[in-house]
Structures are given as structure tokens and as C-alpha cells.
């Protein structure tokens, strides 16, 4: 065996190398390596269907690759795929990796955020109850009964730290002017994003009934003092007795019905007048709401000095 010509054997090696070298520079200098920033939308996979993320998550993050200007400019964000793994989480907070696929050849440099905060929470359902409140005032003479609510209670399903926020949900029914029952369906709205309402919509009965009523007898207070030597002689009301329309536990109280005061200062003559009821508290309504009410004046009575002869007491003289 000849023996090995180990410089032809080097020559040939170097010129391989610098053949591969020229290779790689003339790439380089056709298509150089090219890094561009990306935003890609960021996918939220595998999360259980009885958990949810409760606080936000980005939405897009920025991701930096890297590769030959060719490849590079002629990829866009739809060739990539940024994913949130949320098959392993639990109940609570904890921070996720952000993973990104990328078509192959290209290399990812940096994701921004690299890793993601997520608050988890299990989704639960409770039963909360129904209250129902009145808007505005029945008819004169009606008055509206406790809301009847059917159903009297509702689902709420939601994260569970929404759904223990939800003590109760409140109804408004409108009643304004009602004489008859009022009926309404009303949609169901809790203030927590994020929590569902079974059923949506409830319905809602107020029984409006007319009120009972009772002849009162009315009374009118003179007030003032009269012109001098006059004095208040007696009081005519017309009508004297009025329609008083309340509750029956506020009718059983009341007795009469007075008016508003009738001023005689000064006079000298009987006042006539005009003059509203003052209703109690709790009644609905009177009729009339105002009375007739006159007022008699009349001279007073000058007391009189006894006649004849006036005797000194016994043991005077009658003289100072």
C-alpha cells in the first residue's frame, strides 16, 4: 500500500472549507439574517368547563423572530401560533407560560409577556331570592298589597367570588295611578359581568284595592282675638261632615276632621270663608278637601254697676 500523500490530502480539505465558507457568505450577503417583531393573538386552550378566568388576559403578545430576510418578510402573524395552556390549572392565581409555534427554520427569540398572570376560579350556582319594590302612588282612594313574585327565587351561575357578591336582586314595579291589579313581567339583571340568570325574566302581581272610607264630622278653630268688644259667637261648617278614605287601622283612629285656622284678629264683622281639611296622617283622601266655614261674631257684654245707695263698709267712714 502507497503511502498516504497527506499534503494533497490537506490541500483538498482546505479547499472544501473555503469553498463552504464562500457558500455561507454569499448566502448571507443574498439573504442575510433578517429579526422582525410580531403581534400575535394569544389563544386561551384547555381550560375545564366548570372553571373560568376571572381577570383579563392579554390578548395579543409580542413575539421577535428571527430567521433569513426571505423567510422572514414573507411570513405574518397568521403563521404563528401564541397559546395559553390552561388544562392544568387550579383554583386560584398562578402564572403560565406563554408558548408560540412557529413555522419551521424560523427561531423565536423573545415573547413578551413570557408568562401570564391568570386568577382562576370554579363556577358555581346558588339560589338567590326576589324582592320586589313599588314605583310611584295608586289611584286617590286604591292602595297597592305586598308584590307577589313568582318565581320567588332565581339561579345565578358564575365565578364563584361574583356569584358570593350577590346577596339579593331587587324589582322595580311601577304602580303610578294603578285602580286595578297590576300584573308585569320583569327581566331579571344582576350587576356582576360574567354571571348568568336562569330564568331571565320573572312575574310579578300587585293586588291594588280601593281603600274603605267613613263620614267624619269636621271641627274649625278660631284663632286671633276680635275687634274690641266683640267675641266669637259660634262656628257654621258646610258641609259638616266629610268623606275621610284610609286604611281601615287610620280610620278606626280618628274621630273628626279639623280645618286649617280661621283668623278673626281684628274683626268686627263674621268671616266668611273658603278653607281646606287638614288630613291625618296616613289617610288617602277626603272629599271635599275644602269646607265653608263662617265664623259669627257678636257685641260682648259690658258688665253692668249695681244702682242706689252704696253703703261704706261696716266700722268706715266712707271717707279717706
Known sequence: MAGIDWR???????SVLLALLLWVYATNEQNPVHNQILSISLIQRGLPDNMVV????????????????GQVTALSPSDFEAVLDLSKVTEGEQYLPVKVNAPQGVQITQVTPGRV????????ERQINL?????????KGYTAMDPVVLPAAVTVRGP??????????NLTVDVESAAAQAEKTLPVIVDQSGVTVNPKTVKVTVPI??????????RA?????PARDYEVDGITIKPAEVLVVAPQAVLSGINWIETEDVDVKGADHDINVKIGVSPPQGVAEIKPATVDVTVQLKKAKTPQLPTGD????AGGTGQN
Open 8 to 14: 494533497n490530502m490537506s490541500l483538498r480539505i482546505l
Open 54 to 69: 376571572s381577570n383579563d388576559i392579554p390578548r395579543v403578545v409580542s413575539v421577535r423572530i428571527q430567521g433569513t430576510r
Open 117 to 124: 398572570n391568570a386568577v382562576v376560579e370554579d363556577i358555581v
Open 131 to 139: 324582592k320586589a319594590t313599588l314605583k310611584g302612588s295608586p289611584a
Open 160 to 169: 364563584r367570588s361574583k356569584v358570593a357578591a350577590i346577596s339579593q336582586v
Open 209 to 218: 284595592t280601593r281603600l274603605p272610607s267613613r263620614l267624619l264630622p269636621v
Open 221 to 225: 278653630r278660631a284663632t286671633g282675638t
Open 310 to 313: 252704696v253703703k261704706p263698709p
